[in-house]
C-alpha cells in the first residue's frame, strides 16, 4: 500500500470512529436523562428566537434538553427551532395547539426528563454560566428551588429592576420564604431551578388561558418548598421590546386587568391560606408600591369599566393593610391608591399628569 493510500485508509478509519462516537453520544443523550430540562415556549418570536436559542446552547454547562414548545406559532419561528433540532442532539420541538402560555408551560413539564426544571421565555436571553450557578448551588445544598437574579434590557440598554438589590444583595442558602419574606418580590418563572421531584410532589400546574399565571403557582412553591436557595448571580435577561408586544407591556387593555386581577387573588388565596397574615401583608407591599402603580399610572383609566374594575380590586385588596405596608409604599403612589379607593379618578388621574 502506498503511503498515500495508507493515509487515505487512516483518514477513513478515523473518520468512521468520529462518526461513531458522535452517535454514540447522541443515544446515550436518548436513553440518559440530562441534569436539566429547559422548557423553552415559543409564539411569534422569530425576531427572538435565534439570540435566545443561542445563549442556552452555548452555556459552559451542557447536561440538558431543551424543549421548544411550538404554540401553535403562524410565523417562522418553527423554521428557526427546527434548525437548531437538526443540528444539535439536545433540542426537541414538541408541537400543540396554541393554547397560551400556562398551556405551553404544562406541556414542557409533562414531556421533561430532567432532575431540574428550569424555564426561559422565548425572547429573553440567558448570561453564560447561568444553568452551571443555578445546577452546582441546587447539588450542593439539596434545596428544592435555586433563585438568580435578573438584569432587563433593549436594543439600546440594560438595567436591574429596583427589586433586584433588595431580594439579591446577598448568598441565603436553605433559607424559606417565611425567613426571607422578600422573596416575594420574585414571582416569576424564569431565573429559577425547580428540583423536578419536589415539582412533581405538588402536584400544581400553570393556570391557562390567562396572563400572569406564574404568580399563584409561584406563589405555592415557595410556600411549600423545605429549602430555597437565593444567589446573587445574574442569571437572566428579561427582554423589554421595543415595539411594546410583550405581554408584559400591555397594562392599558381590559383583558390584561382582569388578567392581573385575577392572579392577585389567585395569590392572595395561596398566602392566606398557605403563608399566613404576616406573609401576606410583605406580598401586599409588592402591591402597593408596584403593581398598583402600573395600572393606576396607565392609559387605560380613561376607560370607565378599566377604572371601575381597578378601583374595585385596589379598594378590595387594601382593605385592612396595616400600617407599615403604607409607611413603606413611596408617597405619591399612597395618594393614589387612596383616590383610587375613593373612587377619585379625575383627581387620580391629574396627579399622574
Sequence with gaps: MSRLAARRHQAAV???????RAARTR????IRPPRISVIVPFYNVEAYLAECLDSILGQDFDDFEVLLVDDGSPDGSRAIAERYVARDPRVRIITRENGGLGAARNTGVRAARGRFLTFVDSDDTLPRGALRRLHDTAARTGSDIVVGAVDRFNTASSWWPTWVPEVHDDLRERTTVERFPALLRNLYTWNKLFRRDF????????????????QPIITQLFARASSIDVIPDHVYRYRSREDQSS????????????????????SREVLTKELGPDLYD???LTLFQVHFHW??????????DYWNELATAVRELAEGAPEHVWAQTLPGRRVLIELAIQDRREDAQELVR
Design 247 to 266: 405581554i408584559s407591556q400591555q397594562t392599558a387593555s381590559l383583558k390584561d386587568l382582569r388578567d392581573r386581577v385575577a392572579a392577585w387573588r389567585a
Design 199 to 214: 415539582w412533581d410532589a405538588q402536584g400544581l400546574w400553570f393556570r391557562e388561558g390567562v396572563a400572569y399565571e406564574d
Design 282 to 284: 410583605q406580598w401586599r
Design 27 to 30: 443515544l446515550g443523550r436518548r
Design 14 to 20: 478515523l473518520g468512521r470512529r468520529v462518526a461513531a
Design 295 to 304: 395600572y393606576l399610572t396607565s392609559s387605560g383609566t380613561v376607560d370607565d
